[in-house]
């Protein structure tokens, strides 16, 4: 057994800068955070090559005495806490002391600083962890930082560190983050001597939000206040239209700082239940304040999470505000007009009812608490009038398809929606007209409608559709109950499955490439992966800023936005650890656009249409399988029911 040592302190910092410092993103964070509780009004950051080479933030804040400069590198060391008891009432960013010191510790770090008394700033050197003599130097009030060659000394560190681009997004998003929390705070931020964000001050975090992710986003927000005991919440909410497959845009800040904590996202994910289709998450941008002396952040070395006093008031806080706000809300989509709901699919028709009356009897309770005490026939109209407008009504719930709708024996992926970019559109303007049906519509018309099909759509079958989402229909055994969508997705998912593996996965280039506004994190892995979706007919160029340019893209999704189908594919790019396989992707592309072609559930499908779609069920070779796994039919013998009802 090897005896008992003392570390020594180099080796005592290298361990904490590894709790600290994970990659360039860490400093970004841990620099920025200095700056704003130096009381910067401005602060500029300057990245090279994703970070790994340099990263210079510059504040104009207070600034740090000549004579401390040492100590501000120094471990343990900070000006933001003076005793044990005050780690329980920080008002400051920082306390630990530690970040310096353990950047210092694994990179070349100059420091300079002048604060607003002195005539004269000093400049400090630290390299790995050793620091040189301070020379003065002139230079404006407040401090500048630069972290050069990271990880230089601890090359297991360096071989984690991901492409530029991929580490760029990550210090994206920690600008990002405390951007968003500090509104009144003048941001910029340059990559490879390039500006790729330049944010003045705003009143609120709307106009940071728009920056950041695009009007599109932010002019779907719905404002959320609430106070009481203390606490308050403000900050945005996006429309259930807009939701992502990840918790990743669900900003939460702490007095100023960005938290991650389970029990809030789960009171959001409670918030939404039924407005959105499972397995998406919503968006929101929140800020909560609250006494320093509610909260404990001592608890995690990069203070991401905390833990609060009376978590569960907050947990109501957060649920209550949010339902209030949207039993008052219109959420129906923007411009949302019969036939172009967005969002609509058959899915959501039932969950946003479910959540509806969900909202409804959670209202309906709150008002009864108040019934004691207001006039019952006030409160009773209150309920009423709160009923929320959820119009996720599906846009075609009402009139009957057309027939070419299903008209798909012969399925031409290429034929469908918007025209290739190649051909002269039909007529002037129709090509807008249709990219805007794309967009905001369950596209899955117009297919032509062919004699051949009308034909093969003859053959009668003693199917009946109910609810407007099921068939049933006799066999010789028995009944079947078949669920629409899924059989329709698996017939539809087959065919274009057959037509890519036979080569035909087609590339379209558009005449005019489509620029696409991503989230900073976003674009980095669009550009990371641009080969990859290269070789699914995905060609993606930089664009500046958080926006990618779509020069051409697969024929096949042409009914599809480019948008649409990047955001899709970059969720996928996002979500798993590991590097993303073609195949895999490809598989996600078929499935995207079979689900978006197929007939929805809660279609109503005229005669001819049932007949259409289930004479061809024999192209399916899973026919009883949706793409996902869902049976698409049920089968009730007659013996079955003949026991049923008692007659065998
Ligand atoms: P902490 O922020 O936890 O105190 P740091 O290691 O990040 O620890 O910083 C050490 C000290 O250096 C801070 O307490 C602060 O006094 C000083 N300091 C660091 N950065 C700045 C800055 N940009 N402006 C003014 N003072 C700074
Ligand atoms: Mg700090």
Redesign the pocket.
Known sequence: MPQIQQLPPSVVNKIAAGEVVERPASVVK??L???V??G?SRIDVAIEKGGSEMIR?A?N????AVD?LP???A?H?????QSADDLFSVA????????????AEVSRLA?R?RRADSDSGGELEVVGGAAQAIAPVGCPV??T?EVRNLFFNTPVRHKFLRSAQTEMGHSIEAVTRLALAHPQIHFTLAHNGRLVHDLPPVADIRGRIAAFFGDELAEDLIEIHSEGDGVRLTGFVANPMHSRATGRMQYLFLNGRAIRDRALQHALGEAYRGLLLTGRQPICFLCLELPAEMVDVNVHPTKQEVRFQDSGRLYSQLLGALRTKFLTTDLRARGASPGATGVASGDEVESSAAGTSELVAWAKEQLGKQVAEQDSAISARAVTAAQPNFSFEHSAANEPLRLHRIDVPAFRPFDIGRQPAQSPPAEPGADESNRQDSECTAPSRPLPASPDVLRAATITTNALQVHNRYLVVETDAGIEVIDQHALHERILYEQIRESVLAGALESQKLLVPEPVDLAASEAAAVLEHAELLLQLGVEVQPFGGETVLVSSYPAMLANLSPAEVLRELVEKLLCGGRRPEVRDLLDDMLHMIACKAAVKFGDRLNAEEIDALLAQRHLAQDQHHCPHGRPTALVFTREDLDRQFKRI
Do not use: H, P, Q, Y
């Open positions: 841990e620099l955070e200095n700056s509780d130096a910067a933030v504040d804040g207070c600034g740090i401390e100590l501000a590198v471990s060391a900070t000006s933001k806490i400051t960013l920082g306390f630990r002391g530690e970040a310096l010191a353990s950047i420091i600083s407040g401090t930082i």
